[in-house]
């Protein structure tokens, strides 16, 4: 499995058996991606437009976090909706 935290410390993703990766990367290689992240003024919109375009066209999106970390607006377009 792979993750993506820019602040976690790489031996913790060795210690749980997981292979710490860019954002982009985790983005386009995953067929699920779980997002659990606080709602800051880095996170704000963190998958938007260019992030959800990277994304397999069956990847799974789950927001167990804040809904603003999500560009709406975006998603809706993606899905085919704008």
Request: glycine share 6%; net charge negative; hydrophobic share 40%.
């Amino acid at each position: 499995m792979i993750a993506y935290d820019p602040y976690l410390d790489d031996r913790v993703f060795n210690e749980i058996g997981m292979e710490k990766v860019e954002l982009d990367y985790l983005l386009r290689e995953s067929d699920a991606i779980l997002i659990h992240t606080p709602l800051t003024s880095e996170t704000y919109h963190l998958i938007n437009e260019e992030k959800l375009r990277l994304m397999k066209p069956t990847a799974i999106l789950v927001n167990t976090a804040r809904g603003s970390i999500i560009d709406c607006e975006a998603f809706y377009k993606a899905l085919g909706g704008g």
